[in-house]
């Protein structure tokens, strides 16, 4: 991945309705505590994957089990062989295979991926596993509207092989990160963090294998919490 972008001066505050509040807060968010609940509709997620497609099912797992007021409304895909597209297929999710392959530039291949995203009326972007550097032209598409996820405790390890980068680093805590999506890769707001401890005997696959549970649990409330959605966590 190209880490060398410049920049873009984004203010560090977000918009009123993406107002970051405490986790206790926003789980209470869409009830009110004294007597009837609020409805909200569901958000509209459209995911972007590149890989196994792990995260999505757990997003879509904290939908059916109503821990997350969502619906998942395509899966956009990049990797003809990315599992992600089975996994939605065996759970009756739309998957759209836009292979950058195909695409003369990122540019148009995030205005294909925009176009498809408004064509299911997405209005929350879930890049799970999406191993493609973003434009400004799928930013401004959606603007604070992108979140990711990281296996790292950014701001360390940004980019590729960051599991790989903690154990030679020689940490002795890392673990995942959901945060907003900006120009510069793995950098913008942080919502949610989880903590995972590197064991002695640890390699890449073990500790990544930690990593993923802890991503598969914190993703969920992520949005959730972006979103202001009603969420319920589950202790690890
Ligand atoms: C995750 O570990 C995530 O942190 C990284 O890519 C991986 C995707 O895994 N960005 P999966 O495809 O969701 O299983």
Known sequence: MDLTSTPRKIPRTIPRTDALVSPQSALLAGTDQSSSPIIRAPIVLGVMASGSGSNFEAIAEAISKGVLNARIAVVIYNNPQAKVAQRAQRLGIPAVLLDHRQFSSRESLDDAIA?????????????????????????????????????SLLPSFPGIRSVEQALNAGVKITGCSVHFVEL???????????AVPVAPDDTVETLQARIQVQEHRIFPAAIALAAQQVSHPTAS
Do not use: C, K
Not at 123 to 131: D, E, P, Q, R, T
Not at 136 to 143: Q, T
Not at 184 to 194: H, L
């Open 115 to 151: 176009a498809q995203l408004m064509e299911y009326q997405v209005n929350w972007v879930i890049m799970a596993g999406w191993m493609r550097r973003v434009t400004e032209r799928l930013l401004s598409a959606f603007p604070r509207r992108i979140l990711n996820i990281h296996p």
């Open 184 to 194: 510069v890769i793995d950098s913008g707001p942080i919502i949610m963090q989880a």
